[in-house]
C-alpha cells in the first residue's frame, strides 16, 4: 500500500429517484458509465442510505402506524417540556415508529437520542422524513447495512471484476458539537478502523492510541457532495485512498462497547458514585422547599429495598415544619432529659445532648418518620419466634431507610438517619396519634444540603472480611 497525496471525490450524478426493487449496483454502474467516469480496483463508493433503504422498501406511511401508550406518553412529555420554545414537536405516530426502530430509549426532548437495533446510538432511531417521497412517509435505516454494502460490492466485482470498497453512509448528529456530518452505517471491503498504534509521529514517537475512524473519515468527505436537501447526489466515487482490501468487515468494528463508554452510564459506576456519594447530613439545610412530590418518587423507589418475606412493613410519615412537629419533638427531648437524669447525668451533659439534635429535627425542610408496622409481621406460639420475627421486621426497615436516603442523595437532596423515634417510642405514637401497631424506628431529616459534609473513614476491607477455609 503506497500513500498517495491526492484524493479525488467525484459525485455520481443523475441518479433517478429509487424505487422498492431497483438494482442499486446496476444504477450506479450505468451513471458511473453515463458520467463518462472510470471504475478502477481501489475506488471506493459511497451510497446514501436513503437509496438502500428505499430499494429495500424500508419506507413507512406514518398515517398508518398506531401509536401506543409508551409513544403517547413520551409525546406528552416532550409537549410539556418544549412547549413556548420554538422546536418541532414529533406526532406520536413518528415517536412509534422510532421506538419500534430502536432498543433503548436514551434520551427524549424535541429529538429522541436512541439506541437503534444495530447499536447506533443516533437521533430518531435514523429515521428519516426528508427525501423519502411525498406524503407522510419515512424513510427506515437498512436492517443489515454491512450485508447491503457487500451486496453491491460483489454485484460490482461481478458485473467488472474490480476490487472496490462500498460503505453505506447517513448524517448524524454528535454530542458536544453542533452541525451533523456524515458517518459508516455499513461496510464492505476496507477495514473501518485504521489502527496507527506502533507507527512514529514526525518526532520519532511512537504512537500509543491512536486509532482513525477511516470509514466515517470517507463518508464525512463523501457528504460534502452529498448535501442534505436537494442535491441529489445519493452516491459518491473516491479515488486515490490507500487502503488494504480486508474481506468480512463490519461496522460493529466501530461502535464503542458500553462498557468502555465513558459517556453512557454504566450501572457499576452509577451505583458505585451514589453510594459512594450519600453521607448523613447533619448541618444546615438551604431554605429551599422540598417538594412532597419528589419525596414521593423517593419512596417510590425505596419500595423496591428487599424486605423479610416480603413483608414490606416500612411506613413513612411526613412531618413538614409546624406546630405538630416542635410539640412532637419537645415532648421526645422530655423524656430524653428524664432518661438522661435518671443516668445522674450533668444538666450541662443533658443540655448539650438535646440541643446536638433538636434544630436538626425542627429546622429540617421535611422530618420523616419510618416506622414498623407490626400487624404486617408474622405470628408465632412461642416467645424466641416472635422476637426474631420483630427483629427482622426492624432490618426490613432499615433497609427500606438505606434505598431512601440513597434515592435522596439521586435527587440531589441529603438527610441523616437518626435513632431518637426508638428512644420516645410511647411519646411518638401519642403526639402523632398513630395506629397502634405503628412502631417508631427513625426520623430521617430531608432538605437540599448547603455544605459539603465531611466523609468519615471506613474501616479497611482486611479488618472486616474474614475467610474460613
Ligand atoms: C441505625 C442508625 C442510627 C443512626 N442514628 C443517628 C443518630 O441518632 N444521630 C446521628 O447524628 N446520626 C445517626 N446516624 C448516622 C450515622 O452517624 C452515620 O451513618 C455514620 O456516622 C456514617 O456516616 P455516613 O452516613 O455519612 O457515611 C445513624 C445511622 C444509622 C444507620
Not at 192 to 198: A, F, I, S, T, Y
Not at 203 to 230: H, P, R, Y
Not at 305 to 325: C, M, T
Not at 403 to 432: I, N, T
Request: glycine letters at 6%.
Amino acid at each position: 500500500m503506497h500513500n498517495s497525496k491526492k484524493i479525488e471525490i467525484i459525485g455520481i450524478e443523475n441518479i433517478p429517484l429509487i424505487k422498492e426493487g431497483d438494482d442499486i449496483s446496476n444504477i450506479i454502474l450505468d451513471n458511473i458509465e453515463r458520467n463518462e467516469l472510470r471504475l478502477d480496483n481501489g475506488d471506493i463508493i459511497v451510497i446514501a442510505q436513503i437509496i438502500i433503504s428505499k430499494s429495500l422498501g424500508d419506507i413507512r406511511d406514518l398515517n398508518l402506524i398506531n401509536p401506543s401508550k409508551d409513544a403517547l406518553r413520551i409525546y406528552q412529555k416532550i409537549k410539556e417540556k418544549t412547549e413556548g420554545e420554538d422546536l418541532p414537536i414529533k406526532e406520536p405516530e413518528l415517536i412509534q415508529a422510532i421506538l419500534d426502530e430502536s432498543k433503548k430509549l436514551i434520551k427524549s426532548s424535541h429529538i429522541l437520542i436512541t439506541e437503534t437495533k444495530h447499536g447506533f446510538i443516533c437521533a430518531n432511531a435514523g429515521i428519516d422524513k426528508s427525501n423519502v417521497g411525498e406524503g407522510n412517509v419515512i424513510s427506515l435505516l437498512p436492517a443489515d447495512p454491512d450485508k447491503e454494502a457487500d451486496k453491491i460490492r460483489k454485484a460490482i466485482k461481478q458485473k467488472t471484476n474490480k476490487d472496490i470498497t462500498v460503505i453505506i453512509s447517513d448524517s448524524f448528529g454528535r454530542p458536544f458539537r453542533v452541525g451533523s456530518v456524515g458517518v459508516a452505517i455499513g461496510v464492505s471491503g476496507i477495514a473501518p478502523l485504521l489502527d496507527k498504534r506502533g507507527a512514529t509521529d514526525l518526532f520519532k514517537k511512537e504512537l500509543k492510541t491512536t486509532i482513525i475512524g477511516q470509514i466515517d473519515n470517507l463518508a464525512s468527505a463523501a457528504q460534502l457532495l452529498m448535501g442534505e436537501s436537494d442535491e441529489g447526489i445519493p452516491a459518491v466515487l473516491i479515488k486515490g485512498y490507500s487502503y488494504n482490501t480486508v474481506e468480512n468487515v463490519s461496522i460493529n468494528s466501530i461502535l464503542r462497547e458500553p462498557i468502555k463508554d465513558l459517556f453512557r452510564s454504566n450501572k457499576e459506576d452509577l451505583i458505585k458514585e451514589v453510594l459512594k456519594n450519600r453521607r448523613s447530613y447533619k448541618l444546615p439545610f438551604q431554605e429551599r422547599i422540598v417538594n412532597i412530590e419528589t419525596i414521593k418518587k423517593c419512596i417510590k423507589i425505596s419500595r423496591w429495598a428487599p424486605s423479610a418475606h416480603n413483608g414490606q412493613f416500612w411506613r413513612y410519615i411526613i412531618l413538614k415544619r409546624g406546630e405538630v412537629r416542635k410539640n412532637l419533638i419537645d415532648k421526645m427531648n422530655d423524656k430524653m432529659r428524664e432518661d438522661l437524669q435518671r443516668d445522674n447525668r450533668s444538666q450541662q451533659f443533658i443540655e448539650k445532648n438535646i440541643n446536638k439534635t433538636r434544630e436538626s429535627f425542627l429546622k429540617a425542610p421535611l422530618l420523616v418518620l419510618l416506622c414498623l408496622d407490626k400487624s404486617d409481621l408474622q405470628e408465632y406460639s412461642d416467645a424466641e419466634r416472635s422476637r426474631n420475627e420483630y427483629l427482622l421486621g426492624i432490618q426490613s426497615i432499615s433497609t427500606c431507610a438505606t434505598y431512601f436516603l440513597l434515592s435522596l442523595e439521586s435527587k440531589g437532596l441529603a438527610g441523616s438517619w437518626y435513632c431518637a423515634p426508638l428512644f420516645a417510642r410511647k411519646e411518638v405514637r401519642e403526639v402523632l396519634n398513630l395506629p397502634r401497631d405503628f412502631d417508631p424506628i427513625a426520623f430521617i431529616t430531608v432538605g437540599y444540603p448547603k455544605k459539603e459534609p465531611k466523609t468519615p473513614k471506613r474501616k479497611k476491607l482486611d479488618d472486616i472480611i474474614f475467610k474460613i477455609e
